[in-house]
């Protein structure tokens, strides 16, 4: 599926697989007499970028999976497969749990803290202590559902 009309790439993959830097080997790296010219472009493209874990030289076929078909560099057969995202861990997963109920807590909070600047500006001390009674309520459910996250 050669849809340019280079022939071979050289390219620099990092530790899991992904491609980071690319350059084009405009020739033959099969004939013996560009060995030279092959070693001066994979030491090149080592130098491009600093988590190249593996440089070689790929066909144009290849290239073209890792950049339109959502390919890594396999490690073993260091041929294009497609990309597998990693499970999140444990770690990820609460932090995402975290995100969602500050989303919830975020906009209720701001609105209390709004409305308590304008009761403070007014002189209104009896709705002071009606949005700071809220404004507790709120925070202690806010941290309840946070503590849950911790104990699951």
């Given at each position: 599926?050669?849809?340019?009309n ?5 390219a ?15 020739y ?12 001066a472009?994979?030491?090149?493209i080592k130098?491009?970028a ?26 073993a ?9 990693p ?5 990820e ?23 308590m ?24 459910a806010?941290?309840t559902?946070l503590?849950?996250?911790s104990?699951?």
């Open positions: 599926m050669n849809s340019t280079v022939d071979f790439y050289a620099g993959f990092d530790k899991s697989g992904h491609r980071v830097v690319t350059k084009i080997c405009d033959d790296p099969a004939k013996s007499k560009h060995a030279d010219k092959i070693a472009l994979l030491d090149d130098a491009t600093s988590d190249v874990v593996v440089a070689e030289i790929i066909s144009a076929d290849d290239f073209y999976k890792y950049t339109n078909e959502n390919c890594v560099r396999d490690a057969t260091g041929k294009p497969v497609p990309y597998v995202p499970e999140p861990t444990d770690e997963k609460t932090a995402s749990a975290a995100s969602v109920i500050a989303a919830k807590y975020d906009p209720q909070i701001t609105d209390l803290k709004d409305s600047v304008t009761a403070v500006l007014t002189g209104d001390d009896e709705l002071q202590a009606e949005i700071k009674a809220e404004y507790m309520e709120l925070v202690a806010y941290n559902e503590e849950a996250l104990n699951d």
